[in-house]
Nanobody, 126 residues
Framework: QLQASGGGLVQAGDSLRLSCAASGRTFSTSAMGWFRQAPGKEREFVAAITSSGLLTYYTDSVKGRFTISRDNAKNTVYLQMSSLVPEDTAVYYC?????????????????????WGQGTLVTVSS
């Protein structure tokens, strides 16, 4: 199971850190990702991190502003978001990758993930 938290209402330019706590013994061997879904839009890829944490991937719109990280000892993945803009407003979901997936071409798609958290709402006001 995945439990996302940390969402809230912030102003443009602010920072926010999302957390996703995982239960189970496969966390340290699975890539993890963050997706988001804005009202009326499809769920889109935001960022991913390989099981070791050595490789990270980002969608272009968040590069330089968001940082994904993980703590395998705590079974937790984070998404540090800075310089937030109203377009970042969405429900953010964390997801656990399929066994053996570590490449961007696989992790940028929803099909690359097996487990999904319940989502946490981020609202950025202008």
């Amino acid at each position: 199971q995945l439990q996302a938290s940390g969402g809230g209402l912030v102003q443009a330019g602010d920072s926010l850190r999302l957390s996703c706590a995982a239960s189970g013994r496969t966390f340290s061997t699975s890539a993890m990702g963050w997706f988001r879904q804005a009202p009326g839009k499809e769920r889109e890829f935001v960022a991913a991190i390989t099981s070791s944490g050595l490789l990270t991937y980002y969608t272009d719109s968040v590069k330089g502003r968001f940082t994904i990280s993980r703590d395998n000892a705590k079974n937790t993945v984070y998404l540090q978001m800075s310089s937030l803009v109203p377009e970042d407003t969405a429900v953010y979901y964390c997801a656990g990758g399929r066994a053996g997936y570590s490449e961007y071409r696989l992790l940028q798609h929803r099909s690359g993930y097996v487990y999904w958290g319940q989502g946490t709402l981020v609202t950025v006001s202008s």
